[in-house]
């Protein structure tokens, strides 16, 4: 065992001394994230990901892609997630068409349905594999 700030060798295996001083003790390092569990709901983060979505499932964390890069290497919430935005591009277009926009709102409305009916679908599945993260501790805490 060492110090926990300084480093120095502690002279004992008692686990419960962390520290060679009293001054060491008040000036403990900032703990490092990764010596703790990694929790449950924590995924190693895809910079493309970060879009803040508050629908969005944290179990999930679907990526926001190009429909069709989604259609080739998407999932499924992927996909309907790139139409989706597709969609809503177009719904959004002041110059898009009265009667056009008719028709993509309905599309948007049926998608927005297959979203939701997915992400429901997602959280089961997530649910179910939820147990494996609990025993994934960092080699390092221990
Ligand atoms: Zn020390």
Sequence with gaps: ???ATCRKPLGTSDRRVKYCSEFCKANKP???RKLRAVGADERPVDPEAMVPDPDQDPHTE???LTVDDAAREGTDLEFLMAIRDRLADAVADETCPPRELAALTRRLEENRKQINAEKARLREEGEDDEHADDE?????AV
């Design 1 to 3: 065992m060492k110090c």
């Design 136 to 140: 994934r501790w960092d080699a390092d």
């Design 62 to 64: 679907p990526r926001t």
């Design 30 to 32: 900032a703990p490092k």
